[in-house]
């Protein structure tokens, strides 16, 4: 059997020596994604450790809402901070202040395609309409966010608003990446899993479907992930609604479970723990091999059902890559 293409949510980062290295010396975590240099460098970094299969582009999901103009800062150890944001009127579009504020991410996709060689895939992504919203109402991240859910369902038409122009946003965005180079792109819905229906078809698959249809219209060859974090049960209809080539999955919709359930044409990506990385050992080896059989005979993409967790010894993501290489045996 021929070992599965692997990457890793969060490949780059901060359990990485060289990646905390050079973010010290670069000064705040915007400077970083907006430095090609420097996003270049530290997107390639993992690959010269463990030759992953394709690299993701350095970046932030919030880089939207920075250059949609509302004020976003990371704070060190404690994650990002975005500036109250009025909603009476909602944010205007304005594509040329858009890119302007993002062309040199657009510059960093352009130089990585460019350095890359030809069979590794180069990943764009940004955040989903959805998750990016809850950060932009609440301000910071606390994994519930309910002041962001009370804002949405107190006021649904004028939330439909931003989703719609975040909608918009996203697929200029991510048309952008694939004009300058990148391979396929992954829309990253985190927060997913916390929208009850009819709400997660609403402003979950619904503006999914609508991204992905105007990056096919455009894009036929780019290749087209979801990842609706936690969503469960729902994650069939999403794959269906959206018409995505690949969904990434985690415990809540395992491989196992995606396996029987989701058409063939679907490629499978995830599902493994990152503590389970994190923690290495005989664990790791164990649930390894398990997704790996229970991936046999399915397009798959192995990935982790999240992203890589700080503490995670690099030599443990070096063991991982060794088992994916040799195969399942
Ligand atoms: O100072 C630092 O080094 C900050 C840590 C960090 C890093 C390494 C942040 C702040 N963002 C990133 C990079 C990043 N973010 C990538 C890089 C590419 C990769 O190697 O995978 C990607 C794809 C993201 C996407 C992202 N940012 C998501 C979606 C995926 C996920 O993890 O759920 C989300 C929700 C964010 C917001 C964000 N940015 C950073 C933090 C700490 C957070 C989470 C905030 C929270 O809710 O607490």
């Known amino acids: 059997m021929s070992p599965p293409p692997f990457w890793l949510m969060r490949q780059a980062g901060r359990y990485l020596p060289e990646y905390r290295a050079l973010r010290e010396r670069a000064g705040s975590f915007l400077d970083m994604c907006f430095t090609p240099d420097l996003a270049v460098e530290v997107t390639l970094q993992p690959l010269r450790r463990f030759d992953m299969d394709a690299a993701i582009l350095f970046s932030d999901i919030l880089v939207v809402p ?3 103009g509302q004020e976003v800062r990371f704070v060190e150890g404690e994650g990002p901070r975005l500036a109250p944001f009025g909603f009476s009127p909602a944010p205007r579009w304005e594509p040329e ?7 040199a991410v657009y510059a960093a996709v352009a130089r990585l395609r460019a350095e890359l060689p030809p069979h590794k895939s180069l990943i764009g992504f940004a955040g989903a309409p959805w998750t990016v919203a809850c950060y932009m109402v609440q301000g910071h991240g606390d994994g519930i966010f309910s002041a962001a859910k009370r804002f949405a369902f107190s006021d649904p038409g004028g939330f439909d608003q931003l989703i719609a122009i975040l909608t918009t946003a996203t697929t200029h965005y991510l048309s952008r990446q694939a004009e300058n180079g990148a391979d396929v792109v992954q829309l990253f819905d985190s927060w997913a899993g916390l929208l009850p229906e009819p709400y997660f078809t609403r402003w979950v698959t619904g503006p999914a479907a609508e991204i992905f249809s105007g990056l096919r219209a455009r894009f036929p060859r780019l290749g ?6 936690q969503a469960g049960r729902l994650v069939p209809a999403y794959a269906a609604a959206t018409g995505a080539d690949g969904v990434g999955l985690d415990a809540q919709f395992p491989v196992t479970a995606a396996r029987e359930i989701l ?7 995830g599902d493994l723990d990152p503590a389970l990385l994190c923690a290495g050992g005989v664990a790791l080896d164990d649930a390894v091999r398990r997704l790996l059989d229970a ?7 192995f990935n982790l059902a999240h992203g890589v967790m700080k503490e995670t010894p690099p030599a443990h993501v070096a063991r991982l890559a060794e088992i994916l290489r040799r195969g399942a045996a």
Not at 224 to 229: D, Q
Not at 263 to 269: E, F, G, H, K, S
Request: no cysteine; hydrophobic share 50%; aromatic share 10%.
């Open 66 to 68: 920075h250059s949609l």
């Open 295 to 301: 991936a046999s005979g399915r397009p798959f993409v």
């Open 97 to 103: 202040s858009f890119d302007a504020a993002l062309a």
């Open 263 to 269: 058409p063939p044409t679907v490629a499978l990506q």
């Open 224 to 229: 087209l992930l979801g990842f609706p974090r």
